[in-house]
């Protein structure tokens, strides 16, 4: 499901000229916060961002990627039907984002944490949402990212989807090189 060119991204931001996810967190909520000016709403007097519009812009982004890659599954929760993916994960809707149920309900989780988010597969957003995540657990590996990741979002085929990002980690990849190669060997003596 690559949905990466259909997507109406909020404030017209292209997310493939990102490559950090706090980046394009950042420019959406200024964004947002110069529309609240022009339209005189309410807005912080701060020169940096605060905590709530970083939350804004990022279920901001959450939402229209999902919009655009769970058409479906969006119609059917509406009209409280189901398939097999629903099912599958026991999504619900939380206003406009699709989340999962699950077995953590009664864990002293933040609600985040009990009710992921649902991300696509081969998307831009999620990528740049596992990069994060591997940096967070400071480039430790697919699974540690994995477990990083799924405190607040749960990604389809997330594991599949960890690793060929983490292919891709250039700080990764110097670390743990290629195998060993030993030296050729020299000409043996005429003896």
């Known amino acids: 499901m690559n949905c990466n060119k259909e997507i109406l991204y909020p404030f017209n931001i292209d997310v493939n000229l990102y490559s950090d996810v706090s980046?394009?967190?950042r420019v959406t909520a200024y964004c947002r916060r110069f529309t609240d000016r022009c339209f005189k709403r309410s807005v912080p007097e701060t020169k940096a961002v605060t905590t709530k519009e970083l939350q804004s812009a990022k279920h901001q982004w959450i939402q229209a990627v999902q919009q655009q890659c769970f058409k479906e599954e969006f119609k059917l929760l509406k009209k409280d039907k189901r398939n097999q993916l629903i099912k599958q994960l026991d999504l619900f809707l939380d206003g406009f984002l699709i989340r999962c149920g699950g077995r953590l309900a009664n864990a002293n989780l933040t609600e985040e944490s009990q009710y992921?988010?649902?991300l696509p597969r081969n998307n831009k957003f999620t990528?740049?949402?596992i990069e994060k995540a591997?940096?967070?657990v400071f480039h430790f590996g697919s699974r540690s990212t994995l477990a990083e990741m799924r405190?607040?979002?749960w990604i389809l085929h997330g594991l599949t989807e960890?690793?060929?990002v983490l292919r891709k980690c250039l700080i990764c990849?110097?670390?743990q090189g290629g195998a060993f190669k030993p030296p050729k060997m020299a000409q043996m003596p005429a003896e």
Do not use: F, I, M, Q
């Open 23 to 25: 980046k394009l967190l």
């Open 173 to 175: 990849r110097r670390v």
């Open 162 to 164: 960890a690793n060929s």
């Open 134 to 136: 591997h940096e967070k």
């Open 127 to 129: 990528t740049l949402v």
């Open 151 to 153: 405190l607040s979002h």
């Open 116 to 118: 992921p988010t649902l």
